[in-house]
């Protein structure tokens, strides 16, 4: 079969390739950036770059390539995505409208190729995606959305339970992004979403559950590795990983620990791991907070193994790679109902399961595993032996037995 991708950014796009690619199909790639290591111009670039410029210039190129992906054919368009850099940091508050600027021309540009090319099957990605569904219509291909969201309409009603999410509310730009997204679901042949979360959130909003797969994405068991636990007395490491801000339950978060800290004698230390949003998280706590920025893989596989339960209280996440990564290195989690990743829980235990937004449900879970250490280090193997069932070795053939079933059928 011959297979078109688009995808204007990256996401986990490289890795359906990879499966792609495994199950020996013909693949054309479409994006905005790729990063071509033999290329003149990089490599003269890089020559002349200072050392400290060459070494982050380097880790940034190093982001838009994958070496089993170069025996592929890879159409891009580098100076929409230098454009679209530029335009982030001169004006960082119009984000958003910034990305569909490039989403949009990315699509259009696509749908042009389209019109060039002989292919079996096209897809595409969220808001980049509605004019090529439509040449593929025409052309009588088979279109699959490839969705890394939930449904419009419920990310509309969660933003109306939780104030924390009320940015998301209806606006004249979210009707303009809705009215594309609900296009490309219709136009989709088939939507493959990254948990049940997802998928429900599709169903409940009157999309056929006949056009609907759930493939759960994996993780690098090579690099999150298990670091056995030891027993401790009344000494709790917590620990966050991502985006600091309101969404992600952090408030929610720290409510819960300054509950515990003033009833009981517990002593515990709250990490932070990633971009820090608003200092003021960090003022009138009795218990240590510890913010570090983003890290690499290497050292983020420390913190994990160091600490003893992983803490994701989120209220809107389709899936959230990072409870993966957490219970590969056997970190136990606590995540809510609202973040896809609780399929592993659901499925082979390792953590606990709470409702999206109740602080006392979060605290119960925390003081639980607190008054109850050994639970923690029972666990801790549940995390681990549950994260070997979602690999990106696993993800890859998921994706080959549904491109399968639907070409055979």
Not at 22 to 35: A, M, P, Q, S
Not at 179 to 190: F, H, R
Not at 285 to 306: A, D, G, R, S
């Amino acid at each position: 079969m011959k297979i078109i991708v688009s995808h204007s950014g990256k996401q986990h796009v490289y890795k359906l390739i990879n499966a792609l690619i495994k199950d020996g199909h013909e693949v054309i790639f479409y994006t905005l950036f790729w990063y071509k290591p033999r290329s003149i111009f990089w490599k003269s670039l890089l020559s002349i770059a200072p050392q400290g410029i060459k070494v982050q210039l380097s880790k940034q190129l190093q982001k838009k390539y994958d070496k089993n992906l170069a025996q592929i054919q890879i159409v891009h368009y580098p100076l929409i995505e230098l454009l679209r850099k530029l335009l982030l940091k001169l004006k960082p508050k119009k984000g958003e409208n910034i990305q569909l600027w490039a989403d949009t021309f990315h699509d259009k540009w696509v749908a042009k190729q389209l019109k060039k090319q002989d292919y079996d099957i096209f897809i595409g990605y969220e808001m980049s995606s509605l004019e090529s569904f439509k040449i593929a219509k025409r052309q009588n291909k088979i279109t699959i959305l490839d969705l890394a969201q939930i449904h419009y309409q419920e990310i509309e009603d969660l933003s109306k339970q939780h104030s924390s999410l009320s940015h998301l509310q209806m606006n004249n730009f979210r009707i303009r992004l809705n009215k594309i997204k609900e296009q490309e679901y219709q136009l989709a042949d088939k939507i493959i979403t990254l948990s049940s979360f997802a998928c429900n959130s599709m169903v409940k909003h009157a999309i056929s559950s006949d056009k609907l797969w759930v493939v759960n994405l994996g993780y690098n068991e090579n690099i999150f590795r298990f670091k056995e636990k030891t027993l401790k007395q009344n000494n709790f490491n917590l620990i966050y990983t991502g985006a600091i801000i309101k969404r992600k339950g952090i408030i929610e978060l720290k409510n819960a620990l300054e509950k515990i800290d003033k009833t009981t004698d517990f002593k515990i230390t709250l990490t932070l791991v990633g971009g820090l949003i608003d200092q003021n998280f960090f003022t009138n706590t009795n218990f240590p907070i510890i913010h570090k920025p983003f890290m690499n893989h290497e050292k983020l596989v420390k913190e994990y193994q160091q600490a003893d339960i992983f803490v994701f209280p989120s209220l809107l996440d389709s899936w959230a790679m990072v409870v993966l990564e957490s219970m590969g290195c056997g970190t136990p989690v606590i995540i809510t109902e609202n973040t896809g990743a609780k399929d592993v829980v659901a499925q082979y235990g390792g953590g606990k399961i709470i409702e999206t937004g109740n602080i006392d449900a979060l605290k119960a879970a925390l003081l639980d595993y607190f008054e109850h250490y050994e639970n923690i280090l029972e666990d801790s193997v549940k995390a681990y032996e549950a994260a070997q069932h979602f690999t990106w070795g696993h993800y890859e053939n998921n994706i080959i037995s549904l491109i399968r079933k639907m070409t055979y059928s």
